[in-house]
């Protein structure tokens, strides 16, 4: 006689009470949920929860980073690309115009969507996302110059700062418009500029 063993998959704790936070947060927003609502969506007390994250907050910041993280996988896919770091960096805002456009949490903590998240977490999520951004500009910068493609006189932290906060303006645009020939047009401004500022001079 065979006997047959059932193995049991278990999920981590923690995954699981990220996986129901990450469903409330995008039916319900930030606000509607509970620390309640998230236990017994993960089948779970409130007691475990704690054991995991110190708050709601702590929960929110953590799903958003995890979104961070899918989005940024795209975004070190555009820049990992040949070509010169303008076009790399066009690539960079279409990417996130892409993404956010698709993932409602990225978006409200970008935008500060009151009906998802309050002003305070979305501030926090705001600059989680933003150092994130930043850290992959300063690399492709730094590429570039290595590369000689870009001025090696250039400061890459402020640069980098400078490329995010432009970016984030015109992901802004984009998101906000029903018409891609207006990014389109900012795109094609915006090549033209970086590519005077960024491109050595001979």
């Known amino acids: 006689m065979t006997a047959t063993v059932a193995t049991a998959t278990t999920v981590d704790p923690a995954e699981r009470l990220l996986a129901a936070a990450e469903a409330r947060f995008r039916r319900f927003g930030y606000k509607r949920t509970t620390v309640e609502d998230i236990a017994v969506e993960a089948g779970t007390g409130k007691g475990s929860l704690y054991l995991h994250f110190d708050s709601k907050q702590h929960v929110y910041l ?9 989005f940024l996988d795209a975004a070190e896919h555009a820049l990992s690309a040949h070509g ?29 969507d009151t009906d998802l998240v309050e002003g305070e977490v979305a501030r926090m999520a705001s600059d ?16 570039g110059q290595d590369e ?20 984030w303006a015109l992901v802004r645009t984009g998101l906000a418009s029903d018409d891609p020939a207006e990014l389109e047009k900012l795109l094609e401004a915006l090549n033209t500029i970086l590519g005077l500022g960024l491109i050595p001079r001979h």
Do not use: F, K, N, W
């Not at 953590?62 to 899918?70: G, I, K």
């Not at 960079?92 to 903590?109: I, K, M, N, Q």
């Open 62 to 70: 953590t799903v958003v980073e995890h979104s961070l993280e899918r």
């Open 148 to 167: 000689g493609s870009v001025r090696t006189d250039l400061d890459v932290e402020s640069a980098a700062a400078v490329l995010q906060e432009s970016g």
């Open 128 to 143: 989680l996302q933003r150092d994130r951004i930043r850290a992959l500009l300063r690399g492709v910068l730094s590429r």
């Open 84 to 112: 010169a770091v303008p076009e790399l960096l066009r690539s960079l805002v279409e990417a996130t115009v892409d993404h956010y456009g698709h993932d409602e949490l990225l978006r409200a903590s970008l935008i500060g």
